[in-house]
């Protein structure tokens, strides 16, 4: 079974191989410095992972998956462009290197490069993997829709903010890797096991990132942290800190999210209430209840245990990671 550091391997290889030195240069350019930042590949590695329970190469499905990895590099560059964030990765964001209609329009262009290689799908597979994924990338952009709404709100309830990460995050990696079991020779009873694994898998990740946003470390998370905070964004904290602060902790929330201040000033603050209020306890728990759905649903797959141990260990990491 192929490892995912092995994986990462091959598919940072193919994208170093894909055509993004066309012209004109203003367009290919940000789109070739996104694709090469590198990145944890989560999508494509799952993806090639479920393709890899069935089949010993992953060679054939390489092209669709790194459609899976140019649309959520689309998205991310279209969000950092939103969110007016000045770090992707350790690095500038590509609006503030190259300008916000540069950065709309290679996002444009990824988009459409993205169906290029998920249209190299094996043809017997094509229009199914076509209807998955398109019904994935709708959701993400209905999932960025809710977020964008949750920020002129100040009451969003964690069922709301379960279903906005379901959209925003989880279901391309549930796509991800339902394509992958299907186009291994998997059952649709199975790609659908794995699709829930996907489900619970990335409402996970993304309450992870929550929590690395305020606790993480800048220089192993590759962004600044408090981000969120700063820019009033519904996190799990956040809601979890609103549910459970008595009257004067609410006042004293409301009022640094309706303040006008120095950054460092609100973050220091608002992570004070966290602490008072101990949400990081709750926020991990419910990491940890994801979790245990998650494998779960990919116990219930017919396939040998011992085929699936890289998928357990992959998920572990994304669940309890650093960065």
């Not at 460092?264 to 306890?281: D, G, H, P, S």
Request: glycine residues 6%.
């Amino acid at each position: 079974m192929f490892t995912p550091s092995r994986l990462i391997d091959q598919i940072d290889k193919h994208i170093s191989l894909l055509p993004f030195d066309e012209t004109p240069c203003g367009l290919y350019e940000p789109i070739r410095y996104v694709m090469r930042l590198g990145g944890k590949r989560i999508r494509p590695v799952l993806m090639l992972m479920a393709y890899n329970l069935y089949q010993d190469s992953v060679e054939e499905i390489l092209d669709p998956a790194i459609g899976l990895e140019i649309y959520h590099n689309f998205t991310l560059l279209h969000d950092d462009l939103m969110d007016r964030a000045d770090k992707r990765r350790g690095k500038d964001t590509v609006h503030r290197v190259w300008g916000e209609n540069t950065a709309i329009l290679s996002g444009d262009a990824m988009l459409i490069l993205a169906y290029r290689y998920i249209a190299m799908a094996p043809a017997e597979h094509l229009k199914e993997m076509l209807d998955v994924f398109t019904r994935a990338a709708l959701e993400v952009c209905e999932g960025q829709q809710y977020d964008l709404e949750f920020e002129s709100r100040i009451q969003v309830s964690e069922e709301e903010y379960e279903n906005m990460i379901r959209l925003k995050t989880a279901v391309l990696l549930a796509a991800g890797l339902y394509m992958g079991t299907l186009l291994g020779g998997g059952s649709r009873q199975d790609a659908g096991r794995m699709y829930d694994f996907g489900i619970y898998t990335g409402i996970a990740f993304q309450l992870k990132d929550d929590l690395l946003d305020v606790y993480g470390d800048p220089e192993v998370f590759g962004k600044n942290i408090g981000g969120d905070i700063v820019c009033n964004k519904k996190t799990y904290l956040l809601i979890k800190a609103l549910e459970k602060a008595d009257s004067f902790q609410r006042e004293t929330l409301l009022y640094w999210m309706q303040k006008e201040c120095d950054p460092k000033l609100k973050i220091e603050a608002v992570t004070q209430l966290y602490n008072e209020l101990q949400v990081r306890k709750l926020c991990e728990e419910r990491i940890d209840a994801l979790y245990q759905e998650a494998i779960s649903c990919l116990e219930k797959v017919a396939v040998a245990s011992e085929r699936k141990e890289e998928l357990r260990r992959v998920v572990q990491q994304l669940m309890y990671r650093e960065l």
